[in-house]
C-alpha cells in the first residue's frame, strides 16, 4: 500500500494560505497548520483595543481558517528568534521596515525543523508568483527553498504549475495537475476559487497582516530604535507603537497619547512601567511617558496632553503627573497652541 504523506502548512490567517490548504486536502493529503508569532501581527487585538474597529472581528484569523478547514494549528513563539531577522535582514527591507524575504526564509526554514521533528513530508505556503515584489517573485522563490534548506520540499499550490516540480510532485505524493497557475497582484483568481470552495468570510487584503508593511509604524519603530541607541527590543515596546499618537518633543522623551477611550483602558496597564500624565480639570487623554524626561520638562508635557482634551480652548486644565515611582506632580497648564510644533513632533 502507498504510505500516506502528511503536509505542513504556514497558516497566515489569510485567503492565499486558506486556498493552498484546500487545495492540497482535496488530493486526500494530511495537513496541519503552523503559525508563527512574531509580535508583529496581532490584528485581532488591535481591533479589541480602539473604539473605532469594535465592529472587525476580534479573532485570530489563522485558528478561524484552521477550523474553516478541520485543521489543527500550532501556534509558536518565535519573538525571541525573530529579533535577528527583523534587525539584521540579510536581503534588506521592503518599502518600509519590513524584511520579507528573511522573514520566509527564517518560517520555512521553522517550519522544515517541525516538520522533521513530527514525521511529516513536505511543506506548502499561500504564496502567489509574482504577488509580492520583495519575495514573491521567480528569483526569490529559488533563495527562499534553498537558503530555509527545504529546497524541492516547499510546494506553493496557487502557482505550481508555473514553476518547476517539486519533489512530492515528482513522486506523485500530489496531481500536479490539479495544483494552481496563479500569477501577479490581482486577487480575482483566488476570489473565484474562495467561491468555488465555499469560502465567504476571508481576511482581507492577501492575509497580510504585519505591521513593519506600514510605513507609519515602521517610522515609530525606526524612532524607538534612534531614541534608545541601539535596535533591541521587548514585546510591550512593539505593542505600544501599535496605539496612540506619538509625539516626540525633544531626543530624550517621548510622549504616547490615547486617541479614545479603548486605548486609554489598554494603556492604563502600563502605568507602573512609564511615566504618565491624566487629565483632571476636564475630559481628555491618558498619556505615558517614555524616554527620561526632567523635572522642566513636566510643564511642557503637560501642556501638549491639554491640547487633546476637552479643555485645550480654555485658559488653563489641570493635570497629574506620575513618576514611575509613584510620586506625583500636580500641573496647572495652558494648553499647548503651536499645531505646527506638534505635527513636526509627531512620530
Known amino acids: 500500500m502507498t504510505q500516506p504523506r502528511k503536509a505542513v502548512a504556514l497558516i497566515s490567517g489569510g485567503l492565499d494560505s486558506l486556498l493552498a490548504v484546500k487545495l492540497i486536502q482535496n488530493q486526500g493529503i494530511y495537513v496541519e497548520g503552523i503559525n508563527f508569532f512574531t509580535g508583529f501581527c496581532v490584528e485581532g487585538h488591535t481591533h479589541a483595543i480602539r473604539n473605532q474597529d469594535k465592529y472587525k472581528p476580534k479573532r485570530n484569523n489563522a485558528l478561524w481558517s484552521a477550523e474553516q478547514l478541520g485543521i489543527k494549528l500550532h501556534i509558536i513563539d518565535v519573538i525571541e528568534e525573530y529579533k535577528n ?5 540579510k536581503h534588506g527591507y521592503g518599502t518600509n521596515m519590513n ?10 526554514n521553522k517550519a522544515k525543523q517541525w516538520m522533521l521533528e513530527n514525521g511529516f513530508d513536505f511543506i506548502i505556503t499561500g504564496e502567489v508568483l509574482g504577488q509580492r515584489p520583495m519575495s514573491q517573485t521567480k528569483y526569490k522563490f529559488p533563495i527562499v527553498a534553498k ?5 524541492d520540499l516547499l510546494v506553493r499550490p496557487l502557482c505550481a504549475k508555473n514553476l518547476e516540480a517539486t ?6 505524493w500530489i496531481n500536479r495537475d490539479l495544483l494552481g497557475n496563479i500569477t501577479g497582484r490581482s486577487r480575482k483568481p483566488q476570489f473565484e476559487k474562495a467561491k468555488k470552495f465555499g469560502f465567504e468570510d476571508f481576511a482581507q487584503p492577501a492575509g497580510g497582516c504585519c505591521f513593519l508593511t506600514d510605513k507609519y509604524y515602521s517610522a515609530k519603530l525606526v524612532d524607538l530604535w534612534q531614541a534608545h541607541g541601539h535596535k533591541e527590543y521587548e514585546l510591550d515596546d512593539i505593542m505600544l507603537l501599535k496605539v496612540g499618537r506619538h509625539i516626540r518633543p525633544a531626543p530624550h522623551f517621548k510622549l504616547v497619547i490615547t486617541r479614545d477611550e479603548g486605548e486609554g483602558r489598554f494603556m492604563q496597564g502600563y502605568r507602573k512601567e512609564f511615566m504618565s500624565v491624566n487629565p483632571d480639570s476636564h475630559k481628555g487623554s491618558f498619556a505615558l511617558i517614555d524616554g527620561t524626561p526632567t523635572s ?12 487633546y482634551g476637552q479643555g485645550k480652548n480654555t485658559e488653563f486644565v ?12 500636580n500641573l ?14 509627531q512620530v
Open 167 to 172: 519533489l512530492p510532485e515528482r513522486e506523485g
Open 85 to 89: 531577522v527583523l534587525i539584521n535582514p
Open 147 to 151: 537558503q530555509s534548506g527545504a529546497d
Open 332 to 345: 496647572t497648564v495652558q494648553p499647548f497652541n503651536d499645531d505646527a510644533k506638534l505635527a513636526a513632533w
Open 296 to 307: 522642566d520638562d513636566f510643564e511642557l508635557i503637560a501642556q501638549i496632553v491639554a491640547r
Open 99 to 108: 524584511p520579507c524575504l528573511d522573514c520566509k526564509i527564517f518560517m520555512v
Open 318 to 329: 489641570t493635570l497629574t503627573l506620575t513618576e514611575k515611582n509613584g510620586k506625583s506632580h
